[in-house]
T-cell receptor
């Protein structure tokens, strides 16, 4: 059983560009959350998708947007990249059925903005 | 609002000695609490979780944590450190009731284990 997968592993972009990151949830999971982890800090919640709708959102600007597809996979889009967007972006998925609220994390996408 | 405070940014122990990583939480209702570990260049792995069952929670790799409501603490312990325990540890609270809410992470504690 594959866990949460993310692509690409690493990405280098220039300030002002746009980027799309992808996530496939663990089999059987229908809810996907995205987190940003800046260097030396704990992950910060960006938003969460369920049934193809954004259900919760953290304190991130509208430049950060997302999408969930019918197969539960998800994309994170960031427009007008800033140097401060350089971080590890983590995707997490969770099960709707009694797993004690555990979220399973993918290995992350390392985004560098130059 | 929910929050967690990890009281030590760095902890250094010798191999074979006990580990104590401290965490205090703030929550307006009964929280779900977690400890995650992150090894260099790896994803986050769940060590253990508290979801209002037993207050002493056992996790993987010999780690334990005790939920103390009166002290609003959820400290992580291990009787004997191993070199492979060197990593970043995060105390986490679920931001709401139910399994679909966001996770709120502490700033992390970096554990170093010396031979």
């Amino acid at each position: 059983d594959a866990g949460v997968t993310q692509s690409p592993t690493h990405l280098i972009k220039t300030r002002g560009q746009q980027v799309t990151l992808r996530c496939s949830p663990k089999s059987g999971h229908d809810t996907v959350s995205w987190y940003q982890q800046a260097l030396g800090q704990g992950p910060q919640f960006i938003f969460q998708y369920y049934e193809e709708e954004e259900r919760q959102r953290g304190n991130f600007p509208d430049r950060f947007s997302g999408h969930q597809f019918p197969n539960y996979s998800s994309e994170l889009n960031v427009n007008a990249l800033l140097l401060g967007d350089s971080a590890l972006y983590l995707c997490a998925s969770t099960s709707p059925r009694g797993e004690g609220y555990e979220q399973y994390f993918g290995p992350g996408t390392r985004l560098t903005v130059t | 609002a929910q929050s967690v405070t990890q009281l030590d940014s760095h902890v250094s122990v010798s191999e074979g000695t006990p580990v104590l990583l401290r965490c205090n939480y703030s929550s307006s209702y009964s929280p779900s609490l977690f400890w995650y570990v992150q090894h260099p260049n790896k994803g986050l792995q769940l060590l253990l979780k508290y979801t209002s069952a037993a207050t002493l929670v056992k996790g993987i790799n010999g780690f334990e944590a005790e939920f103390k409501k009166s002290e609003t603490s959820f400290h992580l312990t291990k009787p004997s450190a191993h070199m492979s325990d060197a990593a970043e540890y995060f105390c986490v609270v679920s931001g709401g009731s139910g399994g679909y809410n966001k996770l709120i992470f502490g700033a992390g504690t970096r554990l170093a284990v010396h031979p």
